[in-house]
């Protein structure tokens, strides 16, 4: 069969690509609108396209046969219909299939997925990769052109590719993708309130960054500046408890506080000391979010279950949101973790057990990662922290892939079971964390939701149906998910995008009322009840402190 063109675009390519965009609108983790969907399919369909031109041009390359012809014609007609068919299937089916998820969910449901608004967006994208790949294939002919006059064909042909191979690297890396990094790094900074444009900083010296504190206030950041000044105060706990109270002490050290790693978790561990931190009951050492942002729903109910008297600590290492610190600035978080968590852990061991605080890390998403990594369980043996809470920590986070590998192989991938739980545990927004009772000297706990596309993104996807999608689906997953070779790599990474943009308790939205639980299960706060717990959920739904559910 011949490759024919229709409006100078070879017709077999084209079948392979409408069929991977046809694939693109099954549903995945989140919820898709059409934009977004458009995106996802233009881009398809043009790897599609492309694998197709590839497997055309190798074909005519070692002279297999082909029709020609009304034979040619006829074969076309055939591949068409079957294409056209599962097409046409494919988008009436669209709307239910992102209903499905949106329901499950808790969502809104769709009138529509606006087809013609989405095909004409998946056109542009197609059309806009179409001409940058037209391109490249310009500037390749044009330069082995060049190179025929002064080389063997072989070897200009060679040579042509490894020269424009390397052009597009050089000038995607060191100046397209440079000047958006810089772009978005100063943003982030900006928006950051740092130094001449931070407000005024606070009166009571008991805060991090008054005048008799060892934190700058200016280069603490927004972030910063909103976690030591957030969360529920001395009556606040006392209200709900009924009980006397204590502030809570929450320390943050900036970015901007000093250059090094190490001097930044120094400068934080001086004002711990300053404010007395290490004679209350609990300690947790933090690490934000890529932005230095702090999930106030987690550190707000602890501080409820232990009637203030609790300490947290955490250190800023990037002003990127987390993808894009997690893709770009990786060693900065893991580097900040070990420099935090070893300086705070060398302190707290010189102390005597029994007047030292309990001491818990904690992180959520990049700085659960981040703080894996900087809990060094080895180097903690002779004298092991009380516990970790991480809650959805990435794909890439080494001790949470250790973890899953030593589940129960009886036991869901997305809630799996490890050993008789004295060591670690999973929860979910729809399993419990297992309570106080039952644990070994050190208590690990993971937090994760079924549809976090954060937590169980596959690289191997692109080939490889992921271990979860050949499980019964979990109840926020849809049930018509499918896997299917490249498109469901594109979908996750897409996924992984709209992550946030879940509704609480689902993809990757972690809030305040399931973080109840693992605290619970991790900290053993004295006298605490399952009556104590609901009433806690409850005035997490109400929103005690702005931002309790999850900002």
Request: charged share 20%; glycine share 10%.
């Amino acid at each position: 069969m011949q490759g024919r063109r229709f409006f100078g675009v070879s017709l077999l390519p084209l079948y392979l690509g409408l069929v991977l965009f046809a694939a693109s609108l099954t549903p995945s983790l989140i919820p898709r609108d059409w934009l977004v969907q458009g995106v996802l399919g233009g881009l398809v369909a043009a790897l599609g396209y492309m694998i197709g031109r590839f497997v055309l041009t190798l074909w005519r390359a070692v002279q297999l046969p082909v029709l020609r012809g009304r034979a040619a014609a006829a074969a076309h007609l055939l591949a068409s219909l079957p294409v056209l068919a599962v097409l046409v299937l494919c988008l009436a089916q669209a709307r239910d299939w992102q209903n499905g998820i949106r329901s499950r969910m808790g969502m809104d449901l769709i009138d529509s997925v606006d087809v013609p608004s989405m095909a004409m967006v998946a056109l542009l994208v197609f059309a806009a990769l179409m001409l940058a790949g037209a391109l490249v294939r310009w500037a390749f002919d044009r330069l082995r052109g060049w190179l025929y006059r002064h080389m063997p064909r072989r070897t200009a042909d060679v040579s042509g590719l490894i020269v424009v191979t390397l052009a597009l690297v050089v000038v995607t890396r060191d100046g397209v993708l440079d000047r958006v990094i810089r772009g978005l790094d100063q943003s982030y900074t900006v928006a950051q309130d740092l130094f001449d444009t931070a407000p005024p900083p606070p009166v009571d010296p008991r805060t991090p960054g008054a005048a008799a504190s060892m934190i700058d206030w200016g280069a603490m950041g927004q972030p910063g500046r909103d976690f030591v000044t957030g969360g529920p105060d001395a009556k606040d706990i006392a209200a709900f408890t009924g009980r006397p109270a204590l502030d809570p002490i929450r320390v943050y050290a900036g970015l901007a506080e000093a250059d090094s790693a190490q001097e930044r978790a120094e400068r934080a561990l001086d004002e711990l000391l300053r404010l007395g931190a290490f004679d209350r009951k609990v300690m947790i050492v933090a690490m934000p979010t890529g932005t230095g942002w702090l999930d106030p729903g987690s550190f707000d109910v602890v501080e409820y279950m232990h009637g203030g008297d609790i300490a947290t600590v955490a250190v800023q290492y990037s002003y990127l949101q987390s993808p894009l610190a997690l893709l770009l600035e990786t060693q900065a978080g893991l580097e900040q973790a070990r420099a935090l968590i070893g300086a705070i852990h060398r302190h707290w061991r010189e102390l005597p057990r029994d007047r030292r605080p309990r001491l818990y890390v904690h992180g959520l998403s990049l700085g659960a990662w981040a703080s894996m990594y900087g809990t060094d369980l080895f180097a903690l043996l002779d004298n092991p922290i009380h516990g970790a809470l991480w809650a959805g920590p990435p794909f890439p986070s080494a001790r949470w892939n250790e973890a899953m590998a030593e589940r129960d192989p009886g036991s869901p991938y997305v809630a799996p079971q490890v050993g008789d739980g004295r060591l670690i545990r999973f929860a979910s927004h729809t399993r419990d964390a297992g309570g106080a009772q039952g644990w070994g000297d050190m208590r690990l706990m993971f937090l994760q939701y079924s549809s976090d596309p954060i937590v169980f993104y596959e690289p191997a996807s692109f080939w490889r149906r992921p271990a979860w999608m050949r499980e019964p689906p979990a109840p926020d997953v849809s049930p018509d998910l499918s896997f299917t070779p490249m498109v469901t790599q594109f979908q996750l990474v897409v996924d992984m995008i709209l992550a946030t943009s879940a509704p609480e308790g689902h993809g990757h939205s972690y809030y305040a009322r399931d973080y109840i639980g693992p605290w619970v299960a991790l900290t053993a706060p004295a006298g605490w009840t399952a009556d104590d717990s609901a009433r806690l959920a409850a005035h997490c739904d109400r929103g005690f402190q702005q931002g309790c559910d999850n900002g």
